[in-house]
Each structure stands twice: as C-alpha cells, then as structure tokens.
C-alpha cells in the first residue's frame, strides 16, 4: 500500500489543540472573561494581543467554501454589523486594565472587500480608538481579486496594512465554473500591481489543488500564470470536501473530483513549480520567497500557528470578533455565535456572543505544545517525565508506525519531520492527540489529509 492510499483518511488541521469536535463546552461566559483577563495581563506589555474580525458577507457562494459566510447583495448590511463588532470589541476592552497593545489584525471572510473602504475604515478606526498599536505590526486582509478596489487597498495601506491574501484558487475556466469563483488573471494582474505600487510589502495567493475538473494540464497552467505575478507567498490547500457540512459543494459530485491518485500528483506539481521559482516550503501548505518574513520565522523558530493560520510572530492572546470567530487565550478556547442574527442580538443585550468553549487542562496544555512544534518546527522533543509512562507509551506506540514508514526520525525522544513526513504533518501530529484516540470518532469531523 502507497503512504498517500494509507495516510489519505480523515485527520484535524490542527489550527487549536484539543480541535473543536473535541471541546468539552464546559467553560461558562464568566470563566471565559476570567481567562481573557488573567492572559491579558501575563501578555499585553511583552507581546501584544492579536484581532481576528471575520466579516462573512460575500454576494455570491463559492461551492467550494467551507467558510462562515452569508450571501447578499444587500450592502446596507455593511454597518449594523460593524457597529456589533465594535460593540464586541469595547466589551473586551471593558476587561482590561490598561489599553491593549495590538500586534496583529486579520480580516477574513466571507469577503472582507464585500465591505466599502469606508466602512473598513470606520471599523479599523473604531478598534484603534481603544488601543494602542505595536510598534512592530502585522496587518493583513483578505481580498477578492474581482471586487479589491484601489480604494480599498489605499484605505486599509494607510491605516498600517502591509499584507494582503487574494484567493485565486483556480484560472480555469471550467474549474471557476464549477466552484462559482470567477477572477480572470488580467483581473488578479491589475490587483496585484496595484497592491505593489501603493506599498504592499506581502502578496499572498491562495490556490487549492483537487477541486472539481482539475487536471495536471489545467493545474500546470494556473501554476505558471501564478509564478509569472511572483506573488511573495503561496497557500497550496487540498480541497476538503465536506458536503455534510457544507451543503453548496453538492453542486459537484465526488465523481466530479480527482481521483487520489490524481490528486497527489497535482501536489507534486506544485512543489516542483515552486520549489523551481525559488519558494520554500514553510510549515504545512504554505510557501515562501526566502525574503518573506513568513519563511525567516521558520529559520528562526518563531513561526506559529493558530485560527489565522500560520503567523510569523506569537501572541498567546488572539480574541475574535464578528460571528462565528473562535478566541485564544492560551488556557482556553471560546467560539461566536454562528448566524449574523443571533451574533447581533446578543451584542445589543451587552453580552459578549460565545456560546461554546473548552479550558484546557494540563494535559492539553502540553500535548498542544508538541503538535504546534511539530507543525511549525518540524520537530519536538519529548520524555517519559513529562507525559508519564502511560502516556508516553502510548504516544510512543504510534509514532512507531510513522517512524518505520520514515516520515519521522526519532533518537533518544526527539522527533524531527523528514522531507517525506512533511506532507503527513497532519498524521503525525494525530499520534499526539489523546483525546482523538481516546473517543469515538466519526469521520465526518475532519477532511482527509490529502
């Protein structure tokens, strides 16, 4: 049996330990504040906090999205939500005892350019009213290359956004077709140039390999129009398809799909590409110029990774604003209500909108410190003192088999990825997961690792 055919099979993506299937629910909005307050004053002077705003708005549906998102048209929707989320935000702010220090903002989507640049403003300006920010900051936003506006660009530029992602996904037009995403490449041109000669130091595309109708020729294609804009990062996702959970991918069936064969072979596709135009690989799908500083944080053991992804500077403190955003404050976990309705409606009533959690304990606490080594390290080490014989013998006992299938080397507890594991980071990671292993487990939780 091939490594892809053994390890293709439903796995976390490990962006949190314990993965939210897995949360106990147990942590109540009080405790929730309690543990935001007590990270923020161990971490607001020394490292910052960082913002996620997720702005779900799109007006057209993507089949492919396994995104938070609503469908409108309707942009007078624009500022009754801003206005909740900055209401969110002064609720958190209510907590602290001293002014936040913010060292990173991501606006994800939805579409966050669904939104006017004055709106935007507005919104930016609102959460700078209450803070102060890092001298060394990391702004970033998400942009569609068909409604990104010069605008926009100026506006967020200008406010200390340096960063901008554009989801492309695919240039094929049968693909676009089918996944209801539709961006010609003199579209994603004009956005980029424009993106560079206003300031933007870090373009970031976002591409995905095993959607409906690809093949290795239409792939091949995108990837040399890709590499042509020289973007300074590149996010290579494998489709996750999961139409129990996201209806709007039954527009395709699985027959409509690559076959696993197939689709691993437009993953080495993209390695070779990238790997020939001077990207190197950094953590699990993301790809960097050497002068990125995405890339420079791997080298220098500070890349991390949490619900924004991969980020290359830590803050143990990340709070979520907006519906369906999931907070961080290291010892705990707490997500926003899901439906823009609900979210509202509980902002109005002066309470903050999570409505599920987990604490971490202990054991979370340290297992979570080695999946985040494995996935931004490519190493960790561990010992029996810390896990206790049980459990060391059982983490043990699963590595053996990623060790004899060479994806891991260890000697004498310290486990570093090898090239060949690199593609199985999800895998590996597993072996750490007490809580996966210890319940059952339905495979409709998690998309497979390929």
């Known amino acids: 049996m091939s490594l892809i055919a053994k390890y293709n099979v439903p796995v976390p993506r490990y962006t949190s330990y314990p993965t939210v299937p897995f949360w106990d629910n147990q942590l109540n909005l009080e405790q929730w504040e309690n543990l935001v307050k007590q990270s923020f004053q161990l971490y607001n002077k020394s490292e910052g906090i960082s ?22 048209v309707n942009h007078g929707v624009e500022e009754p939500y801003i206005n909740a989320v900055l209401q969110e935000w002064k609720m958190y702010v209510a907590l602290f005892n001293e002014k936040p220090r913010i060292k990173e903002i991501h606006l994800g989507g939805g579409t966050p350019t669904f939104f006017s640049a004055e709106n935007l403003s507005k919104l930016i300006k609102g959460i700078f009213a209450e803070a102060e920010i890092c ?25 200390g956004f340096d960063r901008v992602s554009y989801g492309i996904q695919d240039f094929d037009d049968k693909v676009q077709v089918a996944i209801n995403r539709h961006q010609s490449f003199e579209e994603v041109l004009n956005v980029v140039e424009l993106s560079r000669k206003i300031g933007y130091t870090s373009i970031n595309f976002d591409l995905v390999y095993g959607l409906p109708f690809q093949t290795a020729e ?18 290579f996702y494998s489709y996750a398809h999961v139409p129990w959970i996201k209806p709007g991918q039954r527009r395709f069936t699985e027959m409509d799909l690559p076959e696993e064969g197939v689709k691993r072979n437009l993953y080495e596709i993209g390695l ?52 369906s955003s999931i907070s961080d404050s290291w010892t705990g976990f707490a997500q926003n209500l899901k439906t823009v309705e609900e979210y509202i409606a509980c902002v109005k009533e002066n309470k903050i909108p999570v409505f599920r959690g987990h604490a971490l304990t202990e054991q979370d606490l340290f297992l979570r410190k080695h999946i985040l080594n494995v996935m931004c ?21 699963r590595l053996q088999e990623v060790k004899e299938d060479k994806l891991v080397e260890i000697t004498q507890n310290k486990l570093i990825v090898t090239q060949a594991g690199k593609t199985f980071l999800r895998n590996i990671c597993m072996c750490f997961d007490e809580r996966y292993h210890q319940r059952e487990v339905k495979e409709e939780k998690f998309s497979k690792a390929i």
């Open 51 to 72: 913002l996620y705003i997720h702005l779900p708005y799109c007006e057209s549906l993507c089949t492919y999205c396994a995104c938070n998102t609503r469908i409108t």
């Open 272 to 323: 070779t590409y990238f790997s020939k135009a001077g990207y190197l690989e950094v953590g699990m799908d993301h790809f960097a110029l050497p002068n990125d500083e995405l890339f420079a944080s791997m080298e220098n053991k500070k890349l991390h990774r949490n619900f924004m992804g991969y980020t290359a500077s830590r803050t143990d403190l990340m709070i979520g604003l907006g519906v």
């Open 377 to 397: 390290n490519l190493e960790t080490t561990f010992s029996v003192a810390e896990f206790g014989q049980e459990m060391y013998d059982r983490i043990n006992k």
């Open 218 to 235: 239409s792939v091949t294609d995108t990837l040399e129009q890709v590499i042509s804009l020289k973007p300074d990062r590149i996010a």
């Open 135 to 159: 001298e060394e900051h990391s702004f970033s936003f998400e942009g569609h290359p068909g409604n990104t506006l010069e605008s926009h660009l100026q506006t967020l530029f200008d406010l």
